[in-house]
């Protein structure tokens, strides 16, 4: 069974940190770019970050630049995103997703998605 999963939210003060896993099970990471997406309570889902197979090309979106940081393990077929100084409009479900194409801002088409974790950010 080819599947994503992803672990490591929970609820966390402003200003902390949480490092998310995405951990693939019946294929290898390798070959595909991992993206991470989040989707707030009443908003459209919105693409965080991205990184290639050999980790050479990455992206993030403006609002998580210098706080969020993807990162992957191949041999451990996981991705991880790092998230420092969190703030309440972090709060959201956080999914990731793989595909073999590097999509331009992270906005494409992806061939396999995890269940989401939800993170929230709140005092």
Excluded: H
Aim: aromatic residues 12%.
């Amino acid at each position: 069974q080819l599947q994503l999963v992803e672990s490591g939210g929970g609820l966390v003060q402003p200003g902390g940190s949480l490092r998310l896993s995405c951990a693939a099970s019946g294929f290898t990471l390798d070959d595909y770019v991992i993206a991470w997406f989040r989707q707030a309570p009443g908003k459209e889902r919105e693409a965080v970050s991205c990184i290639s197979g050999s980790s050479r090309i990455s992206y993030s979106t403006d609002s998580v630049k210098g706080r969020f940081t993807i990162s992957r393990d191949n041999a451990k077929n996981t991705v991880y995103l790092q998230m420092n100084s969190l703030q309440p409009e972090d709060t959201a479900v956080y999914y990731c997703a793989a595909d073999r194409s590097f999509w331009a801002r992270c906005l494409g088409e992806y061939e396999y998605w995890g269940q989401g974790t939800q993170v929230t950010v709140s005092s």
